[in-house]
């Protein structure tokens, strides 16, 4: 165990993390993302039990936003014709970003099939246990200053 580094953050997570270079990309995954066949270039790492929120909340404790591009966090669209209002834990996600990034985290709302094929090139995919849909986050890593 270590000072300072959230619990949730499994050391596999932290290692992972620590191996991200600037502009690398990672994806923090509802139950429902198919992490292992997008992934397959990926680190796929398992975090089974907790949710996309308190696993964002534990990494942006860790890494900063990327500062040099203007929309550093991606959201799954919702699909046209589907029956969902805006998900609610999107405001889950905008609360969080704004505790550690309040200059910076201008969000890209992707098409489905874009955000996967912009997946597929993530450094990281953090396999979660999330309910909710359209819960599926993307952030590109800034510079530890």
Request: some cysteine; glycine content about 6%; hydrophobic content about 40%.
């Amino acid at each position: 165990m270590l000072k300072g580094i959230p619990p949730i953050i499994s050391p596999e997570l932290l290692k992972a993390l620590a191996q991200m270079g600037h502009g690398d990309e990672l994806v923090i995954a509802d139950g429902n993302f198919p992490c292992h066949s997008v992934g397959k270039n990926s680190i796929v790492i398992r975090a089974d039990g907790h949710g996309v929120p308190e696993i964002l909340d534990a990494v942006l404790q860790l890494i900063p936003l990327d500062t040099y591009t203007e929309k550093p966090v991606a959201l799954m669209e919702v699909v046209k014709g589907d029956d969902c209002p805006t998900p609610p834990i999107w405001e889950e996600y905008k609360k969080i970003l704004n505790k550690y990034e309040p200059a910076h985290h201008e969000i890209d709302f992707t098409e489905r099939f874009a955000f996967y094929e912009r997946a597929k090139d993530a450094y990281l995919i953090i396999a979660t246990g999330e309910k909710a849909i359209y819960a599926n986050i993307l952030l590109k890593k800034g510079v530890v200053k």
